[in-house]
T-cell receptor
Framework: GQQLNQSPQSMFIQEGEDVSMNCTSS?????WLWYKQDPGEGPVLLIA?????ELTSNGRLTAQFGITRKDSFLNISASIPSDVGIYFC??????????????FGQGTILTVHP | GAGVSQSPSNKVTEKGKDVELRCDPI?????LYWYRQSLGQGLEFLIY????????KSGLPSDRFSAERTGGSVSTLTIQRTQQEDSAVYLC????????????FGPGTRLLVL
């Protein structure tokens, strides 16, 4: 099925460093979402973006909804060991029968060295 | 608990056997989604329920896959005549049902077909 192009696939960083990851799509989305998944768990929502150009922060996390509606990025500042996990972007289309249906990126595996 | 629950947490089966996976959504959530996550991949949409009806079944990979929801609550995903390529984590999510409502994910069922 359709997937978003998410990069990088993996990152190995030192504690305290900043992290940036992004997603691009050939399709326009109405909503962009960023999730984090820990081992053995389901994804947990970090940030939701609803308007083109919107910049939203949640603690050390900052995400932006691209002007073209086809891309988004997530920044994590001052990383800590508990930031380890897999980060997914997800796009949600406009209404109709597919409303609510999420299209996910392939994920970015983040490793933080103490 | 208050979250989405899924059972079983793990399932090992032999090729050709049928399996049933269960999802208990958050109480009051009218929308329910099934996703599949293959090893090292993002989540792939399977089916969406609004109440007991499924307006979007577009993600079901073959006619061996089916799902139902009864009483606007519990949902069962059935895979008939399982194949090795069906091995994956099957995730369920629920939301209040209105557009742009947050989807809350369960921990998933890890299916291994031998």
């Amino acid at each position: 099925g359709q997937q978003l192009n998410q990069s990088p696939q993996s990152m190995f960083i030192q504690e305290g460093e900043d992290v940036s990851m992004n997603c691009t799509s050939s399709s326009i989305f109405n909503t962009w979402l960023w999730y984090k998944q820990d081992p053995g768990e389901g994804p947990v929502l970090l940030i939701a973006l609803y308007k083109a150009g919107e910049l939203t922060s949640n603690g050390r996390l900052t995400a932006q909804f691209g002007i073209t509606r086809k891309d988004s990025f997530l920044n994590i500042s001052a990383s800590i060991p508990s930031d380890v996990g897999i980060y997914f972007c997800a796009g949600q289309p406009r209404g109709g029968t597919s409303y609510g249906k999420l299209t996910f990126g392939q994920g970015t595996i983040l490793t933080v060295h103490p | 608990g208050a979250g989405v629950s899924q059972s079983p947490s793990n399932k090992v089966t032999e090729k050709g056997k049928d399996v049933e996976l269960r999802c208990d959504p958050i109480s009051g959530h009218t929308a329910l989604y099934w996703y599949r996550q293959s090893l090292g991949q993002g989540l792939e949409f399977l089916i969406y329920f609004q109440g007991n009806s499924a307006p979007d079944k577009s993600g079901l990979p073959s006619d061996r896959f089916s799902a139902e929801r009864t009483g606007g609550s519990v949902s069962t995903l059935t895979i008939q005549r399982t194949q090795q390529e069906d091995s994956a984590v099957y995730l369920c999510a629920s939301s209040l049902g209105r557009t742009q409502e947050t989807q809350y994910f369960g921990p998933g069922t890890r299916l291994l077909v031998l």
